[in-house]
């Protein structure tokens, strides 16, 4: 079943074309890989694909309706995002900042905090034990699976999620990794904005490569990390150990 | 004791409070009356001395401290949850200033001999004014371009009125002006109450609309809109807060003039005490503004020894102390 889908979208900001003709579909039960060099456009192409701007040309479609034609609280009921860099969250409780997901269902307050999303959701993330501690005083890793219980509390069938793991350790970068492996399994489909591309080649279906605004290549991880064009994406030679692409030395 | 009932009993205290002080306020003043005697002659239509100064004098100044109180601290609330910063207060929007204009063109054009009203009147057609330039500046921008509109309409309004207390010709007038913009609700009547009335009202009711949205934006503007809430646009949050915070608190600065500090510092002590949640600190900032004016008026009226001190000028000396003290204890949780 196909749950998001975005069609030659384009976005130009002044003369500057952000995003190129991308396209991309996610159907249920999978985890695609958005990738790219810095400054490809992939935010920008996640923000068109949250709803939260809307494109010059093409369409963005969620459960085949378009983006355009549908309401703000209705789309919030579909779709998650977890933006790259939330800040520092203000001293709240963790409970009642993961509770917030529960707003597009029209829930706040003490309703929200008991609603049974958010203890599953704290449970999953392993935050249950934190979650009377305030926000603000959460490592780097914590902050992580907090923004991610949010977004479950929401209980959508689509996240998307924009460099989730960028601050992260090896250890924290690797359970963020298993926890939307395992959201996949339950049936969710999820986008996730990725410079690891070794967690990238052993945790999702598919890679979506950008470069310039547009998707140059799409597939299978293996299929996407050639030789070639990682040296003309990323101006980076590669090494493989068994099924990982590893970026080894720099061609430029 | 879970955030929510620690939310309920703090409003009950702090309403208990207001009540408390809204009847002192009203039993207590320079001239000593019999408080029942006077309250049965008003609830009997007898148009005695006492119940002349209960209802004219004493009344509307109490319900006014509540309002112009209650206003700047749910204004200051409602502000610094949208800007999430904790230094944004009612001022920055830049329509006091706007306000403070509209009264001092009164005072210069001597209009204020006509009626009671024309001042008040002059203060809130300069706040509406102030109000329409800075939505129409700010227009789907986002906080910065909100902030800096502020800012230039706030200096733009202050030069305005410099150039007014320049160019006015009696030094009396000057003095009038000078004391007006201090800010007091002394001799303010039901005349004030009625003109400020509206205003608050529609924005209070605008601004607390948007408590659910305050919430999400404590994630930044990106969560709270793929939350469902549409933050700019004619119906948007942030069109919400502003409209809402422009003419309530234009409405209260044509009353009673600039007084500072209350919005401030308000939400600043109070949001420890409702687990920093900015929907749950609006009806306690409401409140407790309404409560610190109500004493501070009355203070105001107790030391009145020689002229009387300025309501605007007591926020100020007592607000800016709390306002210190925070910033030590900041600085203490810091290192």
């Known amino acids: 079943m196909i749950l998001l889908q975005a069609r030659d979208v384009s976005l130009r900001r002044g003369d500057r074309a952000v995003v190129s003709a991308a396209s991309l579909t996610l159907a249920q039960g999978r985890v695609i890989g958005l990738i790219g060099p810095n400054g ?6 996640m923000r068109l694909l949250a709803g939260l701007e809307a494109p010059d040309h093409g369409d963005v479609r ?4 378009s983006m355009g034609q549908i309401s703000s609280a209705l ?3 579909q779709l998650a995002f977890i933006p790259q860099d939330g800040g520092t969250p203000p001293p709240m409780p963790v409970r009642a900042l993961v509770a917030l997901g529960r707003l597009p269902h029209g829930q706040a307050g003490d309703h929200a905090v008991r609603h049974p999303a958010v203890g599953h959701a704290l449970d999953v993330t392993g935050l249950q034990d934190l979650c009377a501690r305030p926000a603000s005083h959460l490592s780097g890793g914590e902050r992580a699976r907090m923004n991610l219980a949010r977004a479950l509390a929401t209980d959508t069938p689509v996240i998307l999620a924009d460099e989730p793991i960028a601050a992260l350790d090896p250890a924290h970068a690797l359970s963020m990794m298993h926890l939307f492996r395992q959201q996949a399994g339950q049936g969710k489909g999820i986008v996730v904005v990725l410079h690891d591309l070794v967690l990238a080649t052993r945790f999702c279906d598919e890679l979506v490569l950008m470069d310039d605004g547009a998707v140059i290549r799409h597939g299978p991880a293996l299929q996407v990390l050639d030789d070639d064009i990682m040296r003309v994406v990323y101006g980076v030679t590669v090494r493989r150990v068994e099924d990982a692409v590893l970026p080894w030395s720099l061609c430029r | 004791m879970k955030p929510a009932h620690q939310t309920m009993l703090l409003n009950v205290m702090l309403l208990a409070g207001v009540m408390g002080l809204f009847v002192t306020s009203l039993m207590w003043g320079e001239t000593r009356i019999m408080f029942s005697h006077a309250l049965a002659d008003l609830l009997a239509g007898r148009h005695t001395a006492g119940a002349i100064i209960v209802e004219r004098l004493r009344l509307p100044r109490t319900l006014l401290a509540i309002l112009v109180g209650g206003t700047l601290g749910l204004s200051g609330a409602v502000l610094q949850g949208y800007l999430r910063n904790p230094l944004a207060d009612p001022g920055i929007l830049g329509v006091s200033g706007g306000a403070a204009l509209g009264a001092v063109s009164v005072f210069y054009t001597g209009l204020m001999q006509v009626s009671i009203a024309a001042l008040p009147l002059g203060g809130l057609t300069g706040a509406l004014c102030a109000a329409a330039v800075l939505m129409g500046l700010v227009g789907r921008g986002g906080t910065l371009v909100l902030l800096l509109a502020g800012a230039a309409l706030s200096s733009f309004a202050a030069a305005l009125t410099a150039l007014v207390l320049n160019l006015v010709p009696s030094p009396y007038a000057s003095f009038e002006i000078m004391h007006w913009l201090m800010g007091s609700l002394t001799d303010r009547t ?6 400020c009335l509206p205003g608050v009202v529609c924005g209070t009711l605008l601004m607390l609309s948007a408590g659910r949205a305050l919430d999400a934006l404590t994630l930044g503007e990106d969560v709270a809109a793929s939350l469902g809430f549409q933050l700019h646009g004619p119906r948007g949050v942030q069109t919400r807060i502003v409209l809402g915070a422009a003419l309530a608190v234009g409405s209260c600065v044509a009353v ?7 919005g401030l510092v308000v939400p600043h002590l109070l949001r420890p005490l409702v687990g920093y949640q900015p929907s749950r600190l609006l009806l306690p900032s409401f409140l407790g503004g309404g409560l610190l004016l ?7 009226r107790v030391v009145a020894v020689g002229p009387e001190l300025q309501l605007g000028v007591l926020t100020a000396l007592v607000g800016a102390p709390v306002f210190f003290a925070r910033v030590i204890m900041l600085k203490r949780t810091v290192s």
């Not at chain 1, 969620?62 to 309706?65: C, H, T």
């Not at chain 2, 039901?190 to 003109?195: L, N, R």
């Not at chain 2, 009673?256 to 209350?262: D, E, L, Q, T, Y």
């Open chain 1, 40 to 45: 490809a456009g992939k935010s920008t192409f």
């Open chain 1, 62 to 65: 969620i459960l085949d309706r």
């Open chain 2, 256 to 262: 009673s003039g600039a007084i500072g500090f209350v």
């Open chain 2, 190 to 195: 039901f005349t004030h109450v009625w003109i």
């Open chain 2, 294 to 300: 109500l004493l501070a008026d009355m203070v105001v």
């Open chain 1, 75 to 77: 789309r919030a009921r």
